[in-house]
């Protein structure tokens, strides 16, 4: 199995595609523009505070999946 490294920039926009495609489908309604928005800034907001670099793409899915709630709190989500 092939490990990703949250920090390659590479890797990085492979994990941020892959967190963008996986909230897309439980957040339909909202434009794909402003999902992207949201899971590049707490994916590097998170990546600049972090001790454990692996563990960053699971909290960014987390994080951008709460902020977009947060703006759309009526939009039907499946929550993971």
Do not use: C, W
Not at 1 to 18: N, V
Not at 22 to 41: L, M, N, S, T, Y
Request: net charge negative; charged share 25%; hydrophobic share 45%.
């Amino acid at each position: 199995m092939l490990t990703l490294d949250p920090k390659d920039p590479l890797h990085k926009q492979q994990i941020k595609a892959s967190i963008v495609d996986a909230i897309a489908k439980d957040f339909v309604a909202i434009e794909r523009g402003e999902i992207v928005e949201a899971v590049d800034g707490e994916y590097e907001r998170l990546l600049a505070k972090a001790a454990i670099f692996g563990h960053v793409p699971s909290l960014a899915n987390g994080a951008a999946r709460r902020l977009l709630h947060s703006h759309h709190p009526h939009q039907d989500v499946t929550v993971h």
